[in-house]
């Protein structure tokens, strides 16, 4: 009889155990949240402490894409990123250090 309880104390906490382990990670997750600078639509990847551009609104004809936005550097150009910009006739990218993923 104590043998059980003991069994079932133990199966308990390693249940409990498990559950933090598992679900502890969820509430820690960190969900990028889009904002917009001059136009552009950008990620903040706090992994890498780098910038994503998304998108860009506006009726510029030429637009140039920044180097940095609020401090943090911009790495990467998303996948069509430009795309429906009817207007745009030319895009400078102010930096060579970038990932280019068939954004126009």
């Known amino acids: 009889m104590i043998q059980k309880k003991i069994r079932s104390l133990i199966y308990a906490g390693l249940g409990l155990v498990l559950c933090v382990l598992l679900c502890g990670g969820i509430g820690m997750t960190a969900q990028a949240e889009e904002e917009t600078y001059n136009g552009f639509t950008y990620v903040y990847e706090s992994w890498s402490d780098t910038i994503t551009i ?3 609104k506006g009726n510029k004809t030429e637009i140039v894409i920044p180097g940095e936005i609020k ?3 911009v790495t990467d ?3 069509l990123a430009f795309m429906g910009c009817k207007n745009l006739k030319s895009i400078i990218i102010s930096r060579c250090d970038r990932n280019i993923w068939w954004s126009i």
């Open 54 to 56: 998304f998108g860009y």
């Open 77 to 79: 150009i998303g996948e």
């Open 71 to 73: 401090g943090k550097k």
